[in-house]
């Protein structure tokens, strides 16, 4: 195994391009990793700031580890790319739990948001039959939808794991590293797989609802010194955002952005702004679409109080539009920190591109 460390992301793609012979015009922007086999080695790309701080770097590398576990227990058969993503996706954010344990929640609710963002945007998921292939997960990439198809893919594996259990994903891996087909994989590691789209889609709409349009808090706590992170969830894609930063009343951050392919926007207070504790507001505009605000009681470093929550009436304001309502009928899922209660099994009893 070779790891490569490139120093941004110019140097990065070229090494995909130069030493991985990967064509980096099918990838998207937002790639943390990528790992991929070339002449019996397997070789393991990141762009320096997606491993700068710890959790990155323990979780990209895990991701990646994770892509090759799939490779030999499915004895370097193709499996479905969705399944792959979505598992070493999962997989890497188990690995990360107990050491950082804030880092985990922030990409759970993370992913949640993002699905919530693209369920209000396009009114149904990617299909899953458009994920099934390395070129069609890449291509997903290239035309701006490959953070909903990772988030959706992590979230379903999420869900098929709480449903019937952590051992099923290797489960199906090992069954089509024995020559199974996919559909007698799962029926090996689930049962019939036919519904579970269908069942998984029940949560979408639960989802799409509990996180309509505005801005929520994704860190379970804000503190001095320590990065936070927000979810702007508007489902209106490409629309241009501001966000102000206040403490009391100055304004400590402005800074300026565009809504994503299906209207989400990471909003993060660096360590560097949230320097003294006590009330901060959290404010973000968005063209055509109205205000959101956020207000934060920042503790002193290592100090504890309960997760913020918006100011009743602010998210959204009166100048947005009402919450969409949630559409029928296609998967999304529950969140892997507090799932909802698992159903009983109805009746009885992808080599990866390493991206993150």
């Known amino acids: 195994m070779e790891i490569y460390l490139l120093a941004d992301e110019r140097r990065f793609r070229a090494a995909l391009a130069e030493v991985a012979g990967v064509r980096v015009d099918l990838l998207g922007e937002d790639i943390g990793g990528y790992a991929i086999e070339r002449g019996g080695r397997m070789l393991i790309f990141f762009p320096l700031p997606s491993v700068e701080r710890p959790a990155q770097a323990a979780l990209g590398v895990a991701h990646e580890l994770a892509h090759m576990a799939v490779r ?42 993002v699905v919530a963002s693209g369920l209000l945007a396009r009114g149904s998921l990617v299909p899953w039959a458009e994920l099934v292939s390395r070129t069609q997960f890449a291509r997903a990439g290239a035309e701006g ?15 098929l794991a709480d449903r019937y259990g952590p051992v099923t994903p290797g489960a199906f ?87 994503d392919a299906v209207g989400f926007r990471l909003v993060t207070v660096d360590e560097q702004t949230l320097d003294v504790p006590g009330p901060w507001r959290v404010r973000t505009t968005t063209v055509g679409w109205g205000d959101s605000e956020v207000l934060l009681d920042v503790a002193a470093a290592g100090g504890d109080h309960p997760k913020p929550k918006p100011p009743p009436g602010q998210i959204p304001r009166a100048s947005g539009p009402p919450a969409a309502a949630p559409p029928e009928g296609h998967p999304a899922i529950a969140p892997a920190a507090t799932p909802p209660a698992p159903k009983p099994p109805p009746n009885h009893p992808h080599q990866s591109q390493g991206k993150h």
Do not use: C, K
């Open 72 to 113: 030999e227990a499915a004895a370097g058969r193709t499996v479905p790319e969705w399944l792959n993503e979505g598992f070493a996706a999962w997989l890497s954010e188990l690995s990360i739990r107990d050491r950082f344990p804030e880092e985990a929640a922030v990409r759970v609710a993370r992913r949640r948001a």
């Open 173 to 259: 891996f090992q069954a089509i590293g024995g020559s199974a087909t996919t559909g007698e994989a799962f029926a090996v590691a689930i049962g019939p797989f036919a519904g579970e789209p269908e069942a998984f889609g029940a949560f979408a709409a639960e989802l799409a609802g509990e996180l309509g349009p505005g801005l929520h808090p994704l860190s379970p706590r804000a503190r001095v010194d320590h990065l936070f992170s927000l979810a702007l969830v508007v489902g209106a894609p490409g629309g241009r955002i501001t966000v102000e930063v206040w403490h009391g009343d100055q304004l400590r951050r402005h800074t300026e952005g565009t809504l």
């Open 145 to 159: 939808m490959g953070v909903v198809a990772y988030a959706q893919s992590e979230l379903f594996v999420t869900w």
